[in-house]
């Protein structure tokens, strides 16, 4: 066993430096995190890029196109659209990283134990699964986003609630392929505890996949923000969210085309590059790949 251990260590290193290799290689999945990275950056550093603040009215300068004083024009009200993007990408971020994150949280332990012990325990958390599913992700999201009442807070916690069932079965799969290899059994031989069996060794085996799809159920993430946003049950005015920039701009298509434009602009590329990203991660952490 301490061979066994010893060659693990030393291999742990390799292996995370050749799927670091892969995901360099991949100019794609590189492109994506850069962009996901500058956009983070710009969302954080909003305050010191901007000198407009997002919810400041300006009657006087209200619908202006995109010129030297406001670079992506302002709004109906006259607030300037940079100012509202750049805060509007930290209630699109944080939602996408903390919804997945309570999915993963709640979704990763319960696939766990379904794929570790198997029998009755395995069969009512896939009947269960099954059922959320069975419901399409968007739909389940508004549902319990109307449930818990219109805010960004309750809109994270019901989109993740409705992405964890994709955690659950993605996880029992996982355990179910890895707690048949031999240094499991050989865990259990020894007389291990199941917890330690599941922390110590089928844990690290299954977190790769779980990451790849955490990143991809991120983008996801981001659009049903959006989209909640956009129905008033996400982000409430006057705090900016690309989504409820949409709700706004729909009613100046063509007065203000530019309302629209960035807000619309900004979900595809932030989407794109986690998917981008997403697809890098998943070709990088391939075990069948040398």
């Known amino acids: 066993m301490t061979l066994l251990a010893t060659n693990a260590q030393i291999s742990a290193p390799r292996a995370r430096s050749r799927a670091l290799t892969r995901f360099l290689s991949n100019r794609g999945a590189v492109a994506g995190a850069c962009v996901i990275a500058l956009i983070l950056a710009m969302a954080i550093l909003a305050p010191l890029i901007t000198r407009y603040d997002p919810n400041t009215t300006n009657f006087l300068a209200i619908r202006k196109p995109p010129g030297l004083a406001y670079w992506l024009g302002t709004d109906e009200l006259g607030r300037d659209l940079f100012a509202r993007m750049l805060y509007g990408a930290r209630a699109s971020l944080m939602a996408g990283v903390i919804s997945v994150s309570i999915a993963i949280a709640i979704g990763l332990p319960i696939g766990l134990i379904a794929g570790y012990y198997g029998g009755l325990v395995d069969m009512v958390i896939s009947r269960c699964t099954e059922a959320l599913l069975a419901c399409p992700f968007l739909i389940l999201a508004i549902a319990l986003a109307a449930f818990l009442g219109p805010s960004l807070a309750n809109a994270m916690v019901a989109i993740g609630l409705a992405a964890m069932p994709i955690f ?34 089928v844990l ?45 701009a729909k009613n100046f298509i063509e007065q203000a085309p530019w309302m629209s434009l960035w807000p619309g602009l900004a979900i595809f590329v932030v989407v794109l590059a986690f998917n981008l990203m997403g697809d890098g991660l998943r070709d990088a952490l391939d075990p069948r790949r040398s």
Not at 175 to 193: C, F, M, N, Q, T
Not at 204 to 219: G, M
């Open 168 to 201: 659950v079965r993605l996880t029992r799969g996982q355990v179910i392929s890895v707690k048949a290899e031999d240094y499991v059994e050989g865990a259990r031989a020894i007389g291990l505890p199941h917890h330690v069996i599941l922390i110590r060794h």
């Open 204 to 248: 690290p085996n299954v977190i790769a996949p779980v990451i790849v799809q955490a990143t991809l159920a991120t983008a996801s993430a981001i659009i049903a923000e959006a989209s909640l946003s956009f129905l008033g049950l996400g982000q409430q005015p006057p705090s900016p969210s690309w989504g409820s920039m949409l709700n706004t």
